[in-house]
């Protein structure tokens, strides 16, 4: 079973975040430059909400004539579901299904450790079935088989 910390600790836990005050067009800039599709937004070291490529784009649809000087904390989505490093990627995936979500926290306690995309899961899924069928076909066919 992949656990988060896994996941982790294959890319790292760096978090790319801003605060609640920087503006729209900051953080959109800082997505593009780190090929990010969402951005953790602290306040005092503590995530206060999440702003993604959707939150932007739904505003966009909504209001069409949005002002990039405004603070991201106005478009940011406030209701963060997070998970733990002892989550397992079928919770994961699970809680992206079920609250259509992309991205999540990890949090150890209060401490904001990393974030997951449904990039990270369905990457790590693969390669796990990947591992999988590579074994079961070795168990069949022997270790030989198809060399």
């Keep these: 079973m992949i656990l988060v910390s896994m996941i982790l600790k294959a890319k790292g836990n760096q978090v790319v975040n801003v605060m609640p005050d920087a503006t729209v067009a900051e953080a959109l800039q800082l997505m593009a430059e780190k090929n990010i599709g969402a951005i953790m937004v602290m306040d005092k070291g503590k995530p206060v909400g999440i702003f993604s490529e959707r939150d932007f784009v739904r505003e ?85 088989f198809g060399r």
């Design 60 to 144: 966009v649809s909504r209001d069409q004539c949005i002002t990039l000087k405004m603070p991201v904390e106005t478009y940011m989505t406030k209701d963060l579901y997070c998970v733990t490093p002892s989550s397992n990627i079928d919770e994961c995936m699970a809680l992206m299904t079920n609250k259509h979500i992309r991205h999540l926290p990890v949090m150890e306690g209060e401490e904001l450790v990393g974030i997951i995309s449904i990039g990270d899961i369905v990457k790590n899924m693969i390669e796990d079935k990947d591992l999988l069928i590579d074994n079961l076909q070795s168990y069949i066919f022997g270790a030989s």
